[in-house]
């Protein structure tokens, strides 16, 4: 069992898909400029001379001198230095990209320690890319600015840094807004214009500040593929471009253009593995366009919504004839529905759902997306917006239904992502009782936590559904020893079930019954059928010393403080 154990993390950690942010302890200013070199003739002065050709320019000069002579014209007159730009970028048929508008940003983090919820980190800083766009914004990714406590950015060619404030925030999608107060920022820049998805093999450069260097750097490559991607920063899975330009730390934010130089994506993660080279991704311009429309409609960043269901494949003959489907029926099945989401009080487990706003979906869930080419239906959905309605087809019981639906976000049971929100926490008698999400996991366990970390907590993790909207799972972090905890000490990231016989539902309630219990005995029911009882008032009299032991400032967080 622990060879089959260490061998899938060995794999695990040969396969990675990493965000391409450039972290370091310190801030290093350069006032090196991105101008072109000029190169001086050190063997005479004369500045009078053609310019120097590239080989392929060369090349090109040559036949057209063998043509003007075999019909007897006269020798064209030696190109100059614009010429010869025009020509290559005619040749290359393509538009140089506006590398003006693309910025270097500096940023200072202090993330939470959810580990120890009443403390912060030691602050790091990391560099990134960002890109102008129109209305005075400049877009990056989530994770270059996550946990910010500075933003600031620089132009090309520039040696001043300029405070940038940080307007909206997207974990889903993994992009940023910014915007700088003073006007000086803005002169001399073009906004990017953006373009359509690219096709296949269509070339694409990247633009950025990556790691190797302090000024800015061009990478070019082809579309390889066009998918439904797993987005590591915020565990969401939507449209995403896989490149085969290089993509590394710092490249992060940075504008992917095609050959009319219109930006078609944002650089944002790159996979690392044994096998593999050279493999990008980027955020497409549909998740780009719907990020910013989203912020001018709502002010700020509502999310993308999903269908809250879990479903099956129908591909089975014999499964589509048990479901009662007819020949010419596709579709796929519902395993279960998220009891807090609209979609429950119309849907059921067993429905087949036949098609989303009009269009068919097929057996394997995907839908018709381009000119040969299919995609997962959560492409319509995540085309949406919160708070949407759309149209569902569905089969029951052999019969077909149409129903109108409300599309919201999804909220998990362990958060993926604490959305910039301070951990909460609550702590009596040395017991320190925190909530579940995934950077709290990491915390405890590193990167390797789906292999480190409890088992039950991973099943919950993966499997389990809010029956409530405001359900948490809520843990004994730790037990900070003491006296009154004695023998209790080895509890660790144990979810607590019930308190007084009563169930606790998120952390707040739990916080309050024991706030305002009057009973004799405090009973903590925990996994495992294991069950911590210590004595109200001994247990209440003991935090504070406790508290003023550890340089604890509170015995809860600001959240779970009762405000009125």
């Given amino acids: 069992m622990d060879n089959r154990k260490q061998k899938r993390k060995r794999a695990h950690k040969n396969k990675t898909i990493e965000n391409s942010t450039t972290s370091t302890t310190t801030t290093i200013n350069t006032n090196q400029h991105d101008n072109d070199t000029e190169i001086l003739d050190t063997n005479n002065n004369n500045h009078d001379s053609p310019p120097s050709l590239s080989a392929a320019a060369k090349r090109r000069q040559k036949k057209l001198l063998k043509r003007c002579s075999a019909n007897n014209l006269p020798s064209p007159p030696p190109p100059s230095s614009s010429d010869l730009v025009a020509c290559d970028d005619m040749v290359a048929g393509r538009v140089v990209p506006a590398m003006d508008a693309v910025v270097k940003v500096f940023c200072v983090h202090t993330e939470p320690n959810f580990s120890l919820p009443w403390q912060r980190k030691r602050q790091y800083s990391s560099s990134s890319s960002g890109f102008v766009i129109s209305g005075r914004r400049v877009l990056t990714n989530a994770h270059s600015v996550e946990h910010y406590t500075q933003v600031k950015v620089k132009k090309r060619g520039s040696d001043t840094k300029y405070l940038a404030t940080v307007l909206a925030i997207a ?7 910014l915007t700088v107060d003073d006007d000086e920022f803005w002169e001399d820049v073009s ?6 998805l690219p096709a296949l093999q269509d070339a694409v450069t990247v633009v950025g500040y990556p790691i190797g260097g302090d000024t800015i750097s061009v990478t070019s490559g082809v579309v390889s593929r066009i998918e439904i991607l797993s987005y590591v920063h915020g565990s969401a899975e939507l449209l995403g471009l896989q490149i085969d330009a290089a993509i590394n730390s710092g490249n992060s934010g940075g504008p992917a253009f095609n050959d009319k130089g219109n930006c078609v994506g944002i650089a944002f993660q790159s996979l690392k593995h044994d096998d593999a080279e050279n493999i990008g991704y980027v955020i497409p311009t549909p998740v780009i366009l719907h990020f910013i429309k989203d912020y001018e409609k709502n002010g700020a960043y509502t999310g993308f919504p999903i269908l809250s269901v879990e479903w099956q494949k129908m591909e089975n003959p ?5 479901m009662g489907m007819k020949q010419d029926q596709k579709g796929v099945r519902i395993k279960r529905i998220d009891p807090t989401a609209p979609e429950s009080a119309v849907l059921k487990p067993s429905d087949v759902i036949l098609s989303f706003d009009g269009v068919d979906i097929a057996n394997d869930g995907t839908v018709p997306f381009r000119h040969g080419e299919r995609i997962g239906f959560s492409y319509l959905v995540s085309q949406k917006y919160t708070g949407d309605g759309a149209e569902i087809k569905i089969l029951r019981d052999a019969a077909t239904l149409n129903f109108d639906i409300k599309l919201v976000s999804h909220r998990r049971l362990i958060p993926a992502h604490s959305e910039g929100r301070r951990p909460s926490y609550y ?3 040395g017991f320190v009782f925190s909530t579940v999400s995934v950077p709290y996991l990491r915390s405890e366990y590193g990167k390797d936590y789906e292999y480190e ?5 991973l099943d919950k993790m993966l499997h389990s559904m809010r029956q409530t909207p405001d359900e948490q799972l809520v843990v004994v972090s730790q037990v900070l020893v003491a006296d009154v905890n004695i023998g209790y000490e080895d509890i ?5 079930l019930a308190f007084n016989n009563k169930p606790v539902k998120n952390l707040k309630s739990l916080a309050d019954m024991v706030e305002n219990c009057d009973e004799e005995f405090l009973k903590f029911d ?3 059928d294991q069950i911590v009882v210590l004595q109200t008032k001994t247990a209440k009299a ?6 003023k032991t550890h340089c604890i400032p509170s015995a809860m967080s600001d959240d779970l403080k009762d405000t009125n």
């Fill in 171 to 177: 974990t889903e999608c993994d992009i940023a807004m």
């Fill in 191 to 196: 906004p990017v214009e953006f373009g359509e």
């Fill in 318 to 322: 014999d499964l589509r004839k048990a």
């Fill in 427 to 429: 702590i009596i008698a």
């Fill in 453 to 457: 970390a409890p088992v039950k907590i």
């Fill in 492 to 496: 660790v990231n144990t979810q607590i």
């Fill in 526 to 528: 925990l996994e495992y």
């Fill in 542 to 547: 003991a935090t504070l010393d406790i508290l």
